[in-house]
Structures are given as structure tokens and as C-alpha cells.
């Protein structure tokens, strides 16, 4: 390895160590302790809920890979969560696999069909790249219906064999922290990833590609790149959901426009470009949707219970928040939390650790620097 390898090595888990992280990684330790610690002080039923909240809270991130970093905006990403889930209960269904077997089956499939649709899309820019990920779920959709034979139509795939051969009651703690535990697995991998010269590639795409192209980078490679981890993402989403006790492999669980508008919005007032924006909105969507799903008030000027207007009361917070808090829960907690330190009499730094600089002026810098360092140096030292 060589020694800029492991200088951006020991940068790394520098920034892994709990001593040396900002006080907001450090907060975030702090609520993941919580919540491993949650299933203490609530019932099982709320157990299973936050084990469904997590799942869609990995989903949530694996749209933010490649739409909150590189800027190619996915309106259709549950195809990956379809295609992972489909695969995953397929397997177990028909083949008798285990779900262990069948789920990595289910990954790599949904991989491949971020392939298949990445590569084409590279060429398609703003609008139209949206429509292509908006309309291939819905084509998908279609075969699964017209071959009703294998995929049982809108009904759906249902039946599979419980995860680890846990049970829907009696076994609520052991799925919640099988969900916790793929939550924080993939939110860890996904921070690495995005807090390394990938990520910064990612987010410099998405500002200004053609820079990135002139330091001698290739933005297709990197948005492939995005576009397939993403996709792999998803389809671990979708292959957990398909063996748990709320989900199925159907067209509504997986595929529906629903369904995607939703994780877009989870994503965008978490904080898009964050990853732990988007886990914390993919979270919440849920935990607000089931409770609001549970209210038996009346709303007066409808006369109609909470609970069937869960969607449109949901939609109106979210348009609310949209409104107050444009970049995202998390950047607002930020900001919030600065002002409070600056108020109490701590000093915050007015430059981050990058200089200050863009995405785009960081790779610029560092990839112009090993371009002079290969050609033997800047015209000063020649």
C-alpha cells in the first residue's frame, strides 16, 4: 500500500474514533445507544414497527447514494426494492432456499438491474433520466401482472419462511434488533463510503461534472459506481422486507408510485446529501405514518376519522416542513445546535477541516496535484 493509501487510511478511522469525532457524531453514538436500548421501555407491537421503520430507513439511504450525492434524481427506485424483494421470496418459494441464501441472491440482482439501468440513463440528463427510473418500476409492475402465473399479479408473493425461523409473536425483540443491526450496518458502510474521495467525486459530479471530467476523472465510471451501491442497497431492503412479518413481495409493498414519492419525501426533509438525513427520514416516515394510521379522532370539517385520512394529514405535514425547514432536518439540527453553542460561550469553527472549500474545488486541488506529482512536478520545479 502505498503512503498516500494509508495516510487516507489512518484520516479515516481518525475520524472512526470516538475521542477525535465533533460533537454531533458523537451525538448520534449517543442516539443509536437509545435506541439499542429502546425495546427496553416499549411493548413488542412497537418493537415490530421500529423493525419496519429500519428497514425503510435503509431504503431511504440507498436513494440518497446516488440522487442526494451525485444529483441523478431516482423517481423510481423502489424497481431495486421490487427486484431484491421479488428475487429474495421467488427463491425461497419456489427453490426452498433459505432466506439466508436468498436474500444475497436478491442483492446481487438488484445490482445487476442498477447496471442495466444505470448504464443506458448515463447518457440522459435533468428530466429525462427521472423519467426513465420513473417508468421502469411501472413496466416492471406490468410483467408481474400479465405473468400472474409466477408473480401472482397484484396480489402479490406471500407465505415465505420466517427469517432465522423467528415468529411473528414471541420473537418481536429478536426482529428488532435484526433490523437495528442492518440499519447501522448500512448506515456505517455508507458513511466510509461517502466520507472518503468518493464521496467527494460524487458530490462534485453533481455540482459541476465537467471540472471533475478535466482533472482526468471519469464522472460515468463514479455514477455507475453510485448508481449499482445504491441499487444494492435497495435490494437489501427489499429481500429483509419480503421475510418479516409486515411484508410481502407485491406490487403495493414494493413497487408503487406511493412508495417512492414517500421515500423521496423521507429522504429530502431528513436531509438530502446527508445519508443520516435520509436514515432518520426513512424512520420517521414510518413512525408517523403507523401513528397517525392509529388516531381515532374526528377531524371536523371532514367528519371523518384520523386514521382514514392518515395520507392527506401526512402529506400536509410534510408540505409544512418542505416550507419551514428546506434543507432538512438534520442541517436545521446543525445550525440549531451552533447557534446554541455560540450562544452558551463555546467557540465553533468558522472553517471546516476542507478549508472551507466545494466538492468541486477539493477534487479540482487534489486531482491536479497528482496529475503535476505523475508528470514530475509544477512548472516551479522543473
Do not use: C
Not at 440518497?64 to 423510481?76: L, N
Not at 396480489?155 to 435484526?178: K, M, N, R, V
Not at 474521495?197 to 471533475?212: H, L, Q
Not at 416550507?323 to 446543525?334: E, H, K, N, Q, S
Amino acid at each position: 500500500m502505498s503512503d498516500k493509501n494509508v495516510s487516507r487510511s489512518r484520516r479515516l478511522l481518525g475520524r472512526l474514533n470516538p475521542v477525535r469525532m465533533s460533537l454531533r457524531y458523537k451525538l448520534g453514538l449517543v442516539g443509536l445507544a437509545g435506541l439499542a436500548a429502546l425495546p427496553m421501555a416499549i411493548d413488542p407491537t412497537m418493537a415490530l414497527m421500529f423493525a419496519t421503520a429500519y428497514f425503510w430507513g435503509v431504503y431511504a439511504m440507498s436513494w440518497d447514494v446516488v440522487s442526494g450525492y451525485t444529483g441523478q434524481i431516482s423517481f423510481g427506485h423502489g424497481l431495486f426494492l421490487g427486484v431484491g424483494g421479488y428475487t429474495a421470496a421467488l427463491l425461497n418459494l419456489g427453490h426452498n432456499l433459505d432466506p439466508i441464501v436468498a436474500i444475497p441472491v436478491g442483492v446481487v440482482m438488484a445490482a445487476v438491474a442498477g447496471v442495466i439501468i444505470g448504464v443506458p440513463a448515463l447518457r440522459l440528463k435533468g428530466p429525462y433520466l427521472s423519467l426513465v427510473t420513473l417508468v421502469a418500476p411501472l413496466i416492471l409492475v406490468q410483467l408481474f401482472i400479465y405473468r400472474s402465473d409466477i408473480f401472482n399479479g397484484e396480489q402479490g408473493l406471500s407465505g415465505t419462511d420466517p427469517l432465522l425461523g423467528l415468529q411473528t409473536f414471541g420473537d418481536e425483540l429478536a426482529f428488532y434488533y435484526i433490523a437495528f443491526g442492518l440499519f447501522v450496518f448500512v448506515l456505517t458502510v455508507l458513511l466510509i463510503v461517502t466520507r472518503t474521495d468518493a464521496g467527494s467525486i460524487f458530490t462534485a459530479i453533481r455540482e459541476d461534472e465537467d471540472t471533475v471530467a478535466s482533472v482526468g476523472l471519469n464522472p460515468a465510471k463514479f455514477k455507475i459506481m453510485a448508481f449499482v451501491l445504491s441499487a444494492a442497497v435497495g435490494g437489501l431492503a427489499g429481500s429483509m422486507i419480503v421475510f418479516t412479518p409486515s411484508g410481502n413481495a407485491s406490487p403495493t409493498t414494493l413497487l408503487s408510485v406511493t412508495v417512492n414519492v414517500e421515500i423521496i419525501i423521507a429522504a429530502i426533509l431528513g436531509g438530502m446529501g446527508t445519508i443520516v438525513g435520509a436514515a432518520i427520514g426513512g424512520v420517521a416516515l414510518i413512525l408517523i405514518r403507523e401513528q397517525l394510521a392509529g388516531v381515532g379522532l374526528t377531524v371536523p370539517l371532514f367528519n371523518k376519522p384520523v386514521s382514514d385520512m392518515d395520507f392527506l394529514i401526512f402529506a400536509v405535514i410534510t408540505l409544512v416542513l418542505l416550507f419551514a425547514l428546506p434543507g432538512g432536518i438534520v442541517r436545521w439540527a446543525i445550525g440549531l445546535g451552533r447557534k446554541g453553542l455560540e450562544r452558551a460561550g463555546f467557540d465553533t469553527p468558522e472553517v471546516a477541516a476542507d478549508g472551507g472549500k466545494t466538492p468541486v474545488e477539493q477534487v479540482y486541488e487534489k486531482y491536479t496535484g497528482e496529475i503535476r506529482e505523475i508528470l514530475g512536478g509544477d512548472d516551479d520545479g522543473r
